[in-house]
């Protein structure tokens, strides 16, 4: 079982930066992944960006690569998401999860940090 706890939300300005937190107790198998979905309300979840803990290997959705910027450190299994030139379209609930025992399915999640930027 793995638990995760996010911090790190708020509010911000449009062209501002945040930084969110991403506390894993523990890893599934050896390379798995963690990753940052967002759900906006009335949206459906979406992607955002993920990294696998050995290799380093991220992948990001087309909306935020270029500014946002995902990172992990392994002795603290932390996951981080840095995120700069956020805009109004980035306000959502942030939501960290981590992949179980099949590689590309997100099995475990956080409780979700908000994240709303003002225009």
């Known amino acids: 079982q793995v638990q995760l706890v996010e911090s790190g939300g708020g509010l911000v300005q449009a062209g501002g930066s945040l930084r969110l937190s991403c506390a894993a107790s523990?890893?599934?198998?050896?390379?798995?992944?963690v990753g940052w979905f967002r759900q906006a309300p009335g949206k459906e979840r979406e992607f955002v960006a993920a990294?696998?803990?050995?290799?380093?290997?991220?992948n990001y959705a087309r909306s935020v690569k270029g500014r946002f910027t995902i990172s992990r450190d392994n002795a603290k299994k932390m996951v981080y998401l840095e995120m700069n030139s956020l805009q109004p379209e980035d306000t959502a609930v942030y939501y960290c999860?981590?992949?179980?025992?099949?590689?590309?399915?997100?099995?475990?999640w956080g409780q979700g940090t908000q994240v709303t930027v003002s225009s």
């Open positions: 999860a981590a992949e179980g025992d099949y590689v590309g399915r997100y099995d475990y």
């Open positions: 990294i696998t803990w050995i290799s380093g290997h991220t």
């Open positions: 523990t890893r599934t198998f050896s390379n798995s992944a």
